[in-house]
C-alpha cells in the first residue's frame, strides 16, 4: 500500500522558514514534488524532484525561496521554505507519479497524494 505522510506545517510569522517533509513508502517513484491550495483557490504546483534524472522544478512565485530536497536512504523528499509571505499560505501537499509524464508540473499527471499540511504565514 502506498503512503505519502505529510509533517512539519504550522504558522508562521512573514519573513520565517518552516521544512515539510513527505517520507514515501509502499514503492519507488519517478518523481515527488509538491502542490498547495489556498483558501478558494485551485491547487497549484509548488515543486518536484526527479529521483530518475536528479532534476528540479519550481514554480516561479517560490523560485530563489523554496528548495526541495531528499534523504534516499529515507525515502523522504523535504521542502525547504525560506522567507515566507502571506500568500504561501496554503495547505500543502506532497504527491507522487509512479512513471515519466509529460508535464511534472500538471498536477492531473500525479498519483499518489498525502494528506495535506498547513502552512499559515501571519503578516
Known amino acids: 500500500q502506498v503512503q505519502l505522510v505529510e509533517s512539519g506545517g504550522g504558522l508562521v510569522q512573514a519573513g520565517g522558514s518552516l521544512r515539510l517533509s513527505c517520507a514515501a513508502s509502499g514503492r519507488t517513484f519517478y518523481a515527488m514534488g509538491w502542490f498547495r491550495q489556498a483558501p478558494g483557490k485551485e491547487r497549484e504546483f509548488v515543486t518536484t524532484?526527479?529521483?530518475?534524472?536528479?532534476?528540479?522544478y519550481y514554480a516561479d512565485s517560490v523560485k530563489g525561496r523554496f528548495t526541495i530536497s531528499r534523504d534516499n536512504a529515507k525515502n523522504t523528499v523535504y521542502l525547504q521554505m525560506n522567507s515566507l509571505k502571506p500568500e504561501d499560505t496554503a495547505v500543502y501537499y506532497c504527491?507522487?507519479?509512479?512513471?515519466?509524464?509529460?508535464?511534472?508540473?500538471?498536477?492531473?499527471?500525479?498519483?499518489?497524494w498525502g494528506q495535506g499540511t498547513q502552512v499559515t504565514v501571519s503578516s
Open positions: 524532484f526527479s529521483w530518475s534524472t536528479g532534476n528540479t
Open positions: 504527491a507522487a507519479v509512479r512513471i515519466r509524464p509529460a508535464d511534472l508540473r500538471a498536477m492531473k499527471n500525479y498519483d499518489y
